[in-house]
Each structure stands twice: as C-alpha cells, then as structure tokens.
C-alpha cells in the first residue's frame, strides 16, 4: 500500500467515526441556553437574527376600521421575506422613549415588550420560544399612531 492509500484510508476512517460520534442537531448543544443570554446575543449581532429566527414567523399588526376598535391583522411570512434586522438593540429602543420589558412565563417561551414612555399607542412585541434552542418566532405591532 503506498503512503498516499494509507493516508487516504486513514482519513477516511477518520471522517466516518466523525460522522457517526457527531450529535443529532436536536441534540447539540445551543449557543445560549437561558434566554437573556441569548437576547443579548440576539440583539446586538443585527447580522445574525436571521440565523436565530423561526423558518415561518407570525407578524401580527393592527388596523383601524373605521370608528370600530381596531381589527388584528396577522400573516406567517418565511424569514427570508423579512427585513433584518427585526430588532434593533435594546438601548436604541430605550433612546426612542420606549421603556422594554421581559415576559417569560413558561422555561419555552419568552416575550420581549417595547411600548412609549408618554402614553402614545407605541406597543411592540416580539417573540421568542425554545425548541431545542432559542429562536425569535413572532412580532406585534399594535402601534396605531406613530
């Protein structure tokens, strides 16, 4: 067997113990585990929301009808269909009079809450759940007056 076989022959070994020790995806660990760690990470890497995102995510606004309340509207768009990034850093949204808020009732679900300072009807919503991992899976705009 000449040297270049047996390196071939290692390496290939080598790759296939690899492939079978490597862990399932659902199986591996997640970059961030407790959700306010990967808030932070989530927040303040604009470039990698995407990557941290839901495949389909639930954006929910509201409408005015009229003089009637007003009405939910709500679409399931791919992520790809998105403009990123979905959440500017917590600091941004305090410098726009915003106060923000954490939600997280449940060790799977967590809810991140933006709404004005000064009583305007300012209200955003976004949320994240984890399955294995964290990921942002939804937004609300219940702004009516900006």
């Known amino acids: ?17 690899l492939a079978l020790s490597a862990p399932a995806r659902s199986e ?19 470039s990698e929301q995407e990557n941290m995102s839901a495949d389909q995510i639930e954006m929910t606004t509201f409408q005015e009808m009229g003089s009637a309340m007003p009405a939910r509207f709500t679409v399931v768009q791919s992520k790809e269909e998105l403009d990123w990034p979905i959440l500017p ?10 106060s923000v808020q954490i939600f997280q009732d449940t060790p799977l679900k967590a809810e991140l809450y933006a709404r004005a300072t000064d009583l305007l009807e300012v209200d955003f919503v976004w949320y994240f759940e984890k399955d294995p991992c964290w990921s942002f899976v939804g937004f609300s705009d219940g702004s009516l007056y900006r």
């Open 89 to 98: 850093s917590l600091a941004a949204l305090k410098q726009q009079d915003l």
């Open 1 to 17: 067997m000449t040297a270049l076989a047996r390196i071939s022959a290692v390496f290939i070994a080598l790759a296939a113990t």
């Open 28 to 46: 591996a660990a997640c970059a961030e585990d407790d959700f306010e760690s990967f808030l932070t990470e989530f927040q303040n890497n604009p």
